[in-house]
């Protein structure tokens, strides 16, 4: 299918100033099939059904647009006090100097360009492999688009239990970096691995992971983004697991202009499971979009997705979630919730929850919410002394409570709930 002009237009415009790096073997042949994708698909526009909540321009112009660089010291660090193993990207480009050595029992973990100089590696079955499978139903353009053009990332290879977490950090020095990040985990049969992410990454940032778990192998995924409120980012994570695998990822988004975060999953074996879950809070100019598709292939799997966002004076909210249970997909359990905390008549949530099922014994729902915040609540706690900005920020953290207890590490889920008590009350 030809495309129209002006997405022909917006992507000549859009990868002039890109160029994939030079050099054959497996990664050139998988950036290529990824360009030929995005060729076809050409980029996001705002007529496209799955972007008619959120406006694509400023991820898909030629340049982005200038950012001025936020402090991080002291900002959304939630994971400082843990004992992890931190790998520091600046502007999208990997920093040996303040990286920790790569080495860590029961794992591999390879930079990209490095690994793609070899003809044969473990990566070439993954990269670029998910991405393309969740091309369909519905075109992912700017994921294709990072598969094609990204340098940098991480290669992680779980053979055992890693015995500290991966903790992926994003700085930015540039007020109009374009960083373009691609990872690829594989954890295979029983093993386990935790990843953390932290840090605005540049002025604009698009990331993809792409996680494949073997058979009873267990993944735990915990990003935490903003709080720059200039910066745009759009990130992906493509998931497939086989029997008795378990995916966990929650995300903590915290007053960015504009972000996007897709997830696409598949479960693909038996007695698998996946959870995605989300805590977003905007002020002002913020629009915040969770995009996720869960596919069941297998029998008795389960998925959950729970979504709370807290919005305010104009704030905005994306809830875009479908569980598709394909024919045989028997005993199938997919529970699906999306909430919205509007602290003024300013703010908006959209909703679109889809199910759409091709088995005859499975157990599904969805439900979505918006509203304000309980005054009779609020009124109780004022009436025993608390002040009001504080009894506020407890019945925030009371409706944000379901999201944050998908963490499986009790101490984790912990710092994420510091840090927003610091934050809120």
Known sequence: M???????????????????????????????????????????GKRDEYWRYTDPSSLTTAVPPKTPLFATDNELMPFSGLDRLKL???????????????????????????????????????????????????????????????TDGVLVRVKGNAERPISLIYHSNSENSDAILHHCVSVEEGAEITILENGPAGARFNKVIEVDLAKGARFHHISAQGRNHQCRAV????????????????TLTANSLLTRNEAVIELLGDDAMAHVAGAALGDRNFH????????????????????KNVLKNGA??????????????????????????????DSQFFAKPELEIYADDVKCSHGSTSGAIDETALFYLRSRGVPTQMAQGLLVLAFLAEAISEIDDNSISDLIRAQLEGWLV
């Open 288 to 307: 915040h979009d969770d995009t996720v598709f869960v596919t069941h292939a297998g029998q008795r799997c389960e998925s959950r997705q729970v979504f």
């Open 235 to 250: 990130t992906h994570i493509f998931a497939r697991l086989a029997e008795g695998a378990l995916f966990k990822s929650f």
């Open 316 to 345: 905005v909210g994306v809830f875009q979630g479908k569980i598709l249970v394909k024919n045989g997909a028997q005993k199938t359990d997919g529970y699906q919730i999306s909430q919205s905390l509007l602290l003024d008549g």
């Open 2 to 44: 030809l495309l129209d002009v002006a997405k022909r237009d917006a992507l000549a415009a859009r990868i002039a100033n890109l160029s994939i790096p030079t050099g054959g073997g497996w990664l050139g042949a998988a950036r290529a099939e990824a360009l030929a994708r995005l060729l076809a698909m050409g980029l996001p």
């Open 88 to 150: 520091v990207f600046i502007d999208g480009v990997f920093d040996a100097v303040q990286s920790d050595d790569l080495a860590l029992a029961g794992v591999e973990i390879e930079r990209l360009g490095i690994a793609g100089r070899s003809d044969i590696h473990w990566a070439q079955s993954l990269y670029g492999v998910l991405e393309a499978r969740g091309q369909m139903p519905v075109e992912r353009p700017l994921s294709a688009l990072n598969s094609a053009f990204a």
